[in-house]
């Protein structure tokens, strides 16, 4: 088992990263949050491979157990879902002290995170993620909220957990195309910070893609620490957290002109290629170095390119990203592999010769 560190300033706590979840209750005991009422948010999918299991190892040393179940999906990350939430945490009699549990991918981490900090003003819970992208991005960093009107994650909170315990053999039981989803927001790390973890990737692929144990772990661990680096200094995003979504402005315009038919990690590994276009027409990266991303990706099944999309369409919608300040893109380029800044001056060509690049068809 391995042990990192978030330190926000205002709240410390711990990541565990095992493959197995023994350790769970003496981390409850550790963090002061067992002999309490306990209720396991999760959804429709991950409820029954794992909730009774956490159940029965927790109720040594916590009171009455509860499993609040929700349909899995994004559909479900709307205000209607938190407020079943809320009804159920009366029925159950859950107080300030009771701590709330999300167990699942991003979807439950980011509601089950915005009731805990909303309910009685806010309560304790633990991140519990089962998908590599919870476990490498979403479920470190306190970010949580729901999406509103078909804007993404557009009604939240900052809202730290008490802890986070990740057990890399529950993507065992992943789909790949999710697995794949989350390698794209780790190989991300190692863009915006570490070239010996983007090189990891590269040296050990083949591990990684069929989920050898120590590779998985190594990654998980590899992404949390920098995720963990980057949130300490910066935890409300006022500056280094921006370089945390590289590959993002292009992604989450071709995510919302998708309908959301991509997953949001394949909408980033086609943005991360724009992106890391542009730096290399900027000189900070190399030829190479976009060829290498493009082959990584593409080996780990991630789309490289978008059809049937009109650059003037992705454009436009890259102004209707919530982070477009004032009318203006930020666009977080490479200054060097392994090096991120955001960039407030790229030209409308700039950006519009990237997203050409990365479009056929
Ligand atoms: N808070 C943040 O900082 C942050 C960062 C990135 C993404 N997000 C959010 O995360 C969400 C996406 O997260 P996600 O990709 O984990 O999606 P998700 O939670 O919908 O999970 C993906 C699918 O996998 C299933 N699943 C989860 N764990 C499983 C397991 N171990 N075995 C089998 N099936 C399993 C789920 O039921 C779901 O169908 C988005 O809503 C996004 O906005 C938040
Ligand atoms: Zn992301």
Do not use: W
């Not at 330190?7 to 990541?15: C, E, L, N, V």
């Not at 570490?194 to 998980?220: C, G, M, T």
């Not at 935890?235 to 998708?258: C, P, V, Y």
């Not at 203006?328 to 060509?349: D, F, Q, R």
Request: charged share 25%; with cysteine; net charge negative.
């Amino acid at each position: 088992m391995k042990i990192l560190s978030v330190d926000t300033g205002t709240k410390q706590y711990p990541i565990y990263i095992d493959s197995c979840f023994d350790a769970l209750p003496p981390a409850f005991e550790k963090a002061g949050i067992s002999d309490r009422k306990v209720c396991i948010v999760t959804d429709s999918n991950v409820s029954p491979l794992y909730a009774q299991g956490i159940k029965e190892l927790l109720k040594n040393v916590c009171k009455d157990i509860s499993i609040c179940v929700f349909p899995a999906g994004e559909n479900s990350k709307n205000l209607e879902t938190i407020s079943g939430f809320y009804k159920f945490f009366i029925d159950e009699h859950l107080d300030r002290k009771s701590v709330l549990i999300a167990l699942g991918g991003g979807v439950v981490g980011d509601m089950c995170g915005f009731a805990a900090a909303t309910y009685m003003r806010g309560i304790p819970f633990v991140q519990i993620p089962t998908t590599l992208l919870s476990q490498v991005d979403s479920s470190v960093g306190g970010k949580t909220g729901v999406d509103f009107m078909g804007n993404k994650n557009m009604i939240g909170a900052f809202y730290q957990p008490e802890l986070v315990f990740i057990n890399t053999d529950t993507l065992n039981t992943l789909p790949y195309r999710e697995v794949a989803a989350g390698l794209a927001e780790s190989v991300k790390h190692g863009y915006i910070q570490d070239v010996d973890y983007l090189r990891f990737f590269s040296e050990n692929k083949e591990a990684v893609k069929k989920l050898d144990p120590e590779a998985i772990a190594q990654v998980v661990y590899g992404s949390c620490k920098i995720k963990a680096n980057v949130v300490s200094q910066d935890e409300k995003e006022t500056g280094l957290r921006e370089i945390l979504n590289f590959g993002h402005t292009f992604g989450h315009a071709i995510e919302s002109l998708s309908g959301f038919d991509m997953l949001h990690g394949e909408c980033v590994a086609v943005g991360m290629i724009a992106a890391l276009y542009l730096s290399m027409k900027r000189g900070a990266v190399s030829q190479d170095d976009v060829a290498d991303a493009k082959e990584l990706m593409a080996y780990f099944g991630l789309p490289i390119f978008v059809e049937n999309f009109r650059a003037d369409d992705i454009y436009a919608q890259m102004f209707r990203d919530k982070k477009a300040k004032n009318g203006v893109i930020n666009i977080t380029a490479l200054k060097a592999m392994g090096s991120a800044y955001t960039e407030k001056n790229c030209s409308e060509k700039e950006i519009k010769d990237a997203i050409n690049y990365i479009i056929r068809g």
